[in-house]
């Protein structure tokens, strides 16, 4: 499987982005999407997880109710609406891909294949 992830930039605080994860190649062998960031000097951060066929959507702490993930299954691909961004928020951000079980949906371990990072800033 073949993550491409876009959609990154700079933008002030209190505005919006929205990334995007195009999935190619094996996609039978995951069924779910996921997004970590990780800030300069921090460990990487569970940010959301789209668990297809039902699966549901689940989010960390620090974005829920501002972030959004959202999936299109006919172009395979993952987004992540983020809106009310906060200077906190400013790390590289990575899709993920794989088959996690619900108590492991969080790790960045349980994802096998991952997309190349896409820088997002905050600017206060």
Known sequence: ????????????????????????G????????????????????F???NRWRGGGTFYGDSVKGRFTISRDSAKNTVYLQMNSLK????????????????SSMRSDKTY???GQGTQVTVSS
């Not at 996609?27 to 951060?45: L, V």
């Open 1 to 24: 499987v073949q993550l491409q992830a876009s959609g990154g930039g700079l933008v002030q605080a209190g505005g919006s982005l929205r990334l995007s994860c195009a999935a190619s």
């Open 87 to 102: 200077p906190e928020d400013t790390a590289v951000y990575y899709c993920a891909g794989g088959r996690p079980i619900a």
């Open 112 to 114: 096998g294949y991952w």
């Open 47 to 49: 940010v959301a997880v």
């Open 26 to 45: 094996s996609i039978d062998s995951i069924n779910a999407m996921a997004w970590f960031r990780q800030a300069p000097g921090k460990e990487r951060e």
